[in-house]
């Protein structure tokens, strides 16, 4: 079965502290791995993708099959960073494109 | 550029009631497009996707059906509504160009 998993609800960090959100996937063949944003009183919005192999704004996810795993990282988290992470597997093929979320992990950064 | 709406953008509605939460995008032709709930406590779950008009797939069972009258338009519907319909509702679609699933601002419905 398809499955993201996201075991923390909430993550609260101070500034510039180090910054990892967990995720665990299942699925048997090999997916396509996401992290979705949702900043207060913002639309959900993509973050990243595994294939882009990029960070932006400051977060990196690496995927490492081995582990079924694709946490999110940010060296220094900042106060603009607050908000709710989720995220998200597709499976290759089909016509659906469809994304299976986890949880979501909320993000709070004291200052 | 593309653009998806959603309406209403709160609904409080009575146990029993009916629902029609409609959802638009502009700016693309024959998108996906998905229904998504986020229920207090619980994170998205997709609930009904559309590959093209008339289409639909339900992904739960549930008290919710949805429709695609259009190409661009896709509507979330129930005939009574249950305390458990209660959540916040997201529409989607997804970009081919960029392949990218993009969300509209949601519908945040309280059944009372």
């Known amino acids: 079965a398809q499955r993201v998993t996201q075991p923390e609800k909430l993550l609260s960090v101070f500034k510039g502290a180090p910054v990892e959100l967990k995720c665990n996937y299942s699925y048997s063949g090999s997916p396509e791995l996401f992290w979705y944003v949702q900043y207060s009183r913002q639309r959900l919005q993509l973050l990243l993708r595994?294939?882009s192999r990029e960070s932006i704004k400051g977060f990196t996810a690496d995927l490492n099959k081995g582990e079924t795993s694709f946490h999110l990282k940010k060296p220094f988290a900042q106060e603009e960073d607050s908000a709710m992470y989720y995220c998200?597997?597709?499976?290759?093929?089909?016509?659906?494109?469809?994304?299976?979320f986890g949880t979501g992990t909320l993000l709070a950064v004291q200052p | 550029s593309q653009t998806i709406h959603q309406w209403p953008a709160t609904l409080v509605q009575p146990v029993g009631s009916p629902l029609s939460l409609e959802c638009t995008v502009e700016?693309?032709?024959?998108?996906?497009l998905y229904w998504y709930r986020q229920a207090a406590g619980r994170g998205l779950q997709l609930l009904f996707y559309?590959?093209?008009?008339?289409?639909i797939s339900s992904e739960v069972p549930q008290n919710l059906s949805a429709s695609r009258p259009q190409d661009r338009q896709f509507i979330l519907s129930s005939k009574k509504l249950l305390l458990s319909d209660s959540g916040f509702y997201l529409c989607?679609?997804?970009?081919?160009?960029?392949?990218?699933?993009?969300f509209g601002p949601g519908t945040r419905l309280t059944v009372l």
């Open positions: 595994h294939i």
């Open positions: 559309s590959v093209g008009i008339g289409q």
């Open positions: 989607g679609y997804r970009d081919s160009y960029t392949d990218t699933q993009y």
């Open positions: 998200a597997l597709r499976g290759y093929g089909g016509a659906t494109n469809k994304l299976i």
């Open positions: 700016g693309t032709s024959n998108p996906n």
